[in-house]
C-alpha cells in the first residue's frame, strides 16, 4: 500500500513564505513524476507545479517566479517553496505522484491535503 503524506501548511501573512513536504511511503517500485495541486473554496483543482522524474519543472502562470518545485529522490520526498505569498494563494494543497508499486501497477496517488491561509 501506498501512501502520500503532506506536511507544512498553516496561517501566513501576506509576503511571507511556507515549504510544504510531500513524503511518499510503501511498495514503492519507482516514482515518475511529482507535482503539487490546489483547490480554494468554489473552485476546480489546479496544477500548481510538477517535476519530472529527471528533474524538469512546470509551473503555473500565476506562481511563476514565486513558487519553486524540487525532489529528493532517495527520499521519495517533494517540496513546494512558496515565498511572496499572496491571499489568493489560499487553498488546500494537494500532493501528486505517478509511481510504480508492487507488481508494477502504475497509477496516480493522492495526499490527503494540507490548508495555506494567506491573510493578515
Known amino acids: 500500500q501506498v501512501q502520500l503524506v503532506e506536511s507544512g501548511g498553516g496561517l501566513v501573512q501576506p509576503g511571507g513564505s511556507l515549504r510544504l513536504s510531500c513524503a511518499a511511503s510503501?511498495?514503492?517500485?519507482?516514482?515518475?513524476?511529482m507535482g503539487w495541486y490546489r483547490q480554494a473554496p468554489g473552485n476546480q483543482r489546479e496544477l500548481v507545479a510538477r517535476?519530472?522524474?529527471?528533474?524538469?519543472?512546470n509551473y503555473a502562470d500565476s506562481v511563476k517566479g514565486r513558487f519553486t518545485i524540487s525532489r529528493d529522490n532517495a527520499k521519495n520526498t517533494v517540496y513546494l517553496q512558496m515565498n511572496s505569498l499572496k491571499p489568493e494563494d489560499t487553498a488546500v494543497y494537494y500532493c501528486?505522484?505517478?509511481?510504480?508499486?508492487?507488481?508494477?501497477?502504475?497509477?496516480?496517488?493522492w495526499g490527503q491535503g494540507t490548508q495555506v491561509t494567506v491573510s493578515s
Open positions: 510503501g511498495s514503492i517500485l519507482s516514482i515518475s513524476h
Open positions: 517535476i519530472s522524474g529527471g528533474g524538469s519543472t
Open positions: 501528486n505522484a505517478y509511481l510504480g508499486s508492487s507488481g508494477w501497477s502504475w497509477k496516480d496517488y
